[in-house]
């Protein structure tokens, strides 16, 4: 079993910026890769970025260039640096975790961009 508890959301003016962190515990021996989803209202959970153990990563075209995602190995954490958010940003953030037979989800946190 895979724990994770995200951080770091909240309310935040279009052109601002906001991080996002993510603790994993329990087996994490066995994650093969990280990464965080995003949920708008009446929307499906799409991906945002992931993180695979070796240190490559993948972004989904509407961050590109915008949002960075890392990880700090010895504190089991994962991060999403996210900049000149904008509006169609606003959702719930998901961290994520997969190894070889499971996926885990966080609880989610809200990522609110005003306009």
């Known amino acids: 079993q895979v724990q994770l508890v995200e951080s770091g959301g909240g309310l935040v003016q279009a052109g601002g910026s906001l991080r996002l962190s993510c603790a994993a515990s329990g087996n994490i021996f066995s994650i093969n890769d990280m990464g965080w989803f995003r949920q708008a209202p009446g929307k499906q959970r799409e991906l945002v970025a992931v993180i695979i153990n070796g240190g490559s990563t993948n972004y989904a075209d509407p961050v590109q260039g915008r949002f960075t995602i890392s990880k700090h190995n010895a504190e089991n954490k994962v991060y999403l640096q996210m900049n000149s958010l904008k509006p169609e940003d606003t959702a719930v953030y998901y961290c994520?975790?997969?190894?070889?037979?499971?996926?885990?989800w966080g609880q989610g946190t809200q990522v609110t961009v005003s306009s």
């Open positions: 994520s975790a997969e190894t070889l037979y499971e996926h885990y």
